[in-house]
Every structure is written in C-alpha cells, then in structure tokens.
C-alpha cells in the first residue's frame, strides 16, 4: 500500500509535466533599425526677402539710434551698406547676416557710453 500511495503522489505530477509543451522556439529575425525622416530645408525666396528687409529696417534704426548719440562705429557702419547692397543684389542671407552684425554693433556702441571715457 506505501507503494501506491507514492504512485498516486507522483503519476499526477507526470502528467501535469507531460502535458506542458515546451515552447516552440521560433527564429526570430533581427528587425532593420528605422529609417530616420529626413526634411528638406525648404528654401522660400519670399520669406527669406521679408526676414532680410524687416532685419535691414532694425539695422537702420539700431545705426541711426547709435549715430544720434555719437557711438556708432565703423564696422557697424560698413555692415549695414553691406546689407542694403546685399538686399539689392538678392542675397538674402548675405543680408541677413550683415545686417545682424550691424544691429549688434550699433547696440554694442551705445553701452560702450556707459562706461568712462578714461580712468
């Protein structure tokens, strides 16, 4: 009677592991990695010319600003006639950029009175 006990015991543990299928193993193929979205910078002609002409206009006043006071300089004086013969010839991000660089020194000229002349 020990006998069957232990077979009773342990049959159902066989069976239960009998019916469990192992999993089935499928290969799995590596995925390509993901193509990354490329935009092609789009290149408006009219809305480069309207950025230029609006940072020319704030160069003109930023130059004139700095004339009225006496502090403009030189180079923000050649930058700005850079920028309006760049603006004529269609180079607007020639323009753009000189004009930048001469809003920047005119505003560089006017805090350069706050400091003494001498010391």
């Known amino acids: 009677m020990l006998e069957t006990s232990r077979l009773c015991r342990v ?11 192992p ?7 590596p995925a390509a990695p993901p193509q990354p979205v490329v935009i092609a910078p789009v290149n408006d002609d009219a809305k480069l010319a309207e950025e ?3 940072l020319l ?3 003109e006043t930023d ?18 006639l850079a920028a309006r013969q760049s603006l004529a010839a269609k180079e607007h991000s ?7 660089q001469a809003s920047e020194l005119a505003h560089l000229g006017l805090e350069q009175l706050a400091y003494p002349a001498v010391k």
């Not at 049959?11 to 009998?18: F, I, K, N, T």
């Not at 999993?23 to 193929?29: I, L, S």
């Open 52 to 54: 230029a002409k609006a």
């Open 23 to 29: 999993e089935a193993q499928v290969a799995k193929t």
């Open 11 to 21: 049959l159902p543990v066989m069976l239960a592991a009998a019916c469990v299928a």
């Open 63 to 80: 130059v004139q600003r700095a004339r009225a006071r006496r502090a403009l300089w030189l180079k923000a004086w050649e930058d700005l």
């Open 57 to 59: 206009a704030q160069a």
């Open 94 to 100: 020639a323009a753009i950029r000189y004009a930048k």
